[in-house]
């Protein structure tokens, strides 16, 4: 367990709809990233938020959409829904005196 | 754009014995990460290598990096059934940002 918690843990879902991953990150990690792995693509890079704002960016949709609040988690809106957004979405926070990445458990996003 | 290349992509091997896998990236970087992702799991990590030159081990598994190859590998070291796995590289390109790019992947299958 790293710690890091997302929810839900699936999610099926119709083509044109909209839905809201959420994330905590380990207790004390400021940072929180959001990774897509799909068969297609891999696993991706899709947004960076630190201790609130948003640091780094990745290939993410503009269909997409991510924050982070105050109490630190984070919510992924994906928003027009496709086939092919279906895919795993894994949250991770990091360890700033190791450099780890911890990754949650992810949400499993099918679109149908 | 940084490319981060594995391979083998698949690895067949028989218990006992020793292999390597590669990871090889186009960019300067001087932070590597290597994870290890069971089916339908989330990523361990297992290793941050953080300098060149860097020797991690942990187990049957050591990791080392060579920055002015951009070039690193994780050995595995008389395989046991428990390894069967997918191993990814990680590189961060971009110091303090933890932008990961991934590798492809190398699925590996112990054979008993």
């Known amino acids: 367990d790293s710690g890091v918690t997302q929810t839900p843990k699936h999610l099926i879902t119709a083509t044109g709809q909209r839905v809201t991953l959420r994330c905590s990150p380990r207790?004390?990690?400021?940072?929180v990233y959001w990774y897509q792995q799909s068969l297609d693509q891999g696993l991706q890079f899709l947004i960076q938020?630190?201790?609130?704002?948003?640091?780094a960016k990745g290939n993410i949709l503009e269909r997409f959409s991510a924050q982070q609040f105050p109490d630190l988690h984070s919510e992924l809106n994906l928003s027009s829904l496709e086939l092919g957004d279906s895919a795993l979405y894994f949250c991770a926070s990091s360890d700033p005196r190791s450099f780890e990445q911890y990754f949650g458990p992810g949400t499993r996003l099918t679109v149908t | 754009e940084l490319k981060v290349e594995q391979n083998p992509l698949f690895l067949s091997m028989q218990e006992g014995k020793n292999y390597t896998i590669y990871c090889n990236y186009s960019?300067?970087?001087?932070?590597l990460y290597w994870y290890r992702q069971d089916p339908g799991k989330s990523l361990e990590s297992l290793f941050v290598?953080?300098?060149?030159?860097a020797v991690k081990q942990e187990g049957r598994l050591m990791a080392s990096l060579d920055t002015k190859a951009r070039l690193s590998t994780l050995h595995i070291t008389a395989a046991v059934h428990d390894l069967s796995a997918t191993y990814f590289c990680a590189v961060d390109p971009y110091f303090g940002n933890e932008k990961l790019t991934f590798g492809t992947g190398t699925r590996l299958t112990i054979i008993p």
């Open positions: 938020y630190y201790n609130g704002e948003e640091r």
């Open positions: 290598l953080l300098s060149n030159g």
């Open positions: 207790s004390g990690d400021l940072s």
């Open positions: 960019t300067t970087s001087d932070r």
